[in-house]
């Protein structure tokens, strides 16, 4: 083959353009490929940094929750070490410390032979209450109790109380000052248990000091003023109550035909007479730990109105009361006695005396807590204030039962009782009850 | 059984090496170094029926899970399930709180230095706090 020299000169021209080409084109994809790595390395230590970051986090949230479980752990091992029967108490108590919410429960089965009360309601299961109480953290020496209930009444329909409204200011351990709706602060019962059945041992209340829609013939809540403290005197302490409210009335009074129920004038005073009450009593210590003993004095005047609501006359209640309540754990015992010494003010005045009280003893052997209760009424039905009231008759009652603790938050109780009503009716029956009481 | 030196040496022994394991471990109840109070209140204090010091400080009593029996047997004298009940029943009749519980010295004494009228207890002797008593 023969090349002439324009057509060789074209060729090296050609090759020289190819060589020249191919070495900026390897130039130019070596810079890209550089460019390309070091955005990769870029990237690459961005992704580190995220990696680090989230690495980080998740160490911060497994601590804590590692702290939440260990604090729930060391609770149950502090539960378990006091040798409680069941269930993590103390954790439950570190999260109801966080919700600041509490309350009871209880359902159960009663069979009455009372042939006063239609068999409907004195025969069968039984929904108790669902009561919940809130005690908020304010700060400082602000205080505040909040309780709501629920409940059925005798016709079916479910009843929404605000039990208590307290809103308190603690000067010191002296005085705390209390406004609102509250428990009157007489004896130990009423404010002791009231609607906590799971820490009371019995499955039902005295008689005479239940609530005013259930049969009770005293004013147990109050609207108004509440001081309360204490002192330590000699190893004890001292206490006392003293408060001013609104009173009672009695709606619909028996002697008009009416329901005869005391109502707590939760909303105004009625007749402009407040109620006034002091409660004094003294916690012993050292060899009588465990012990309180008290005494208690009431003082109002009460009218009563017909299912109108017409004003038809006004009593004087005046009570003189003590009580002793013990517990040590093992042994638990509760005295109260009341005296009255009430005056009719309209129609046949004059002052009568009535009294009542009650003794209730139980013993704790391991989960099982035995108990009986004696109580008696002798209410003179001459005097108004009794004779107003459906519930205001004379009676006397015994009940024997026993607790047994599922664990520190539930129990199961079973009492049976004899009742005698001495005076408006002559009658006397018995009754079992059953009751399953939580607490939260 | 002939009862002889030796049996005799033999169940004291036994009795011996049984009380031993009765010993009680120190606890230490201690507060804020800002904190009033005597060692004679320190019942009243946890059972919620003083809330504050002479100079009218709030107090903070906090429990310490790590130490708690010890407490209970030794300073309250109360079994800890009626302690519970207890509060139970106190919370529910005035709205007093139940006192908080920490997990175990280090955070019980952490959280003692830094709240002013708190109380707490601990079973190692601790640094930074004021030791009401050692019992």
Redesign the interface.
Known sequence: MKLNVRGGVQVYTICLALLVSCIFTVQASAVTDAERIRDLERRLEQSLKVIESLSSRVQQIEGKVGTVETRVQAAEVAVQDAGAPSGPSQADSILSQLTQLHGFADVGYVYSGDRATPADQSRGFTLGSFDIYLTPKLGGNTKALIELIFEYDAAGDIVLDLERLQLGYAFNDLLTLWAGRFHTPFGYWNTGFHHGLQIQTSAIRPVFVDFEDAGGILPVHGNGLWAAGGEKIGSGRATYDLYLTNGSRIKGVTTAGGDGELNANNVSNDNGNYHVGVNAGYEFADALDGLKLGAHWYRGKVNGYDPDDMDLSQSQLHILGAYAYFYDFDWEVIAEYYKFYNKNLTGAVGTGTSWAGFVQVARTIDNFTPYVRLEKADLDQMDNYFNQQASGQSYRKGAAGVKYDLNLKSVIKVELSHTNLVDRTLENYNEIRTQYAIRF | MIINRRNIIFILAIMISLAGTHVFADIYVISHVDVEVSAEDIK?IYLG????AKD?Q?LIPVQN??A??EF?SQVLRM????Y??YW??K????????P??K??DKETIQYIMHTPGAIGYTKTKPEGVKIIKKY
């Open positions: 009243d029926r003083k809330e504050y009218q709030h899970a790590a708690r029996k209970m079994k800890s399930k009626r519970r009940i139970a029943k919370s529910f009749q005035d709205g007093t709180m139940t908080q519980m997990m175990n």
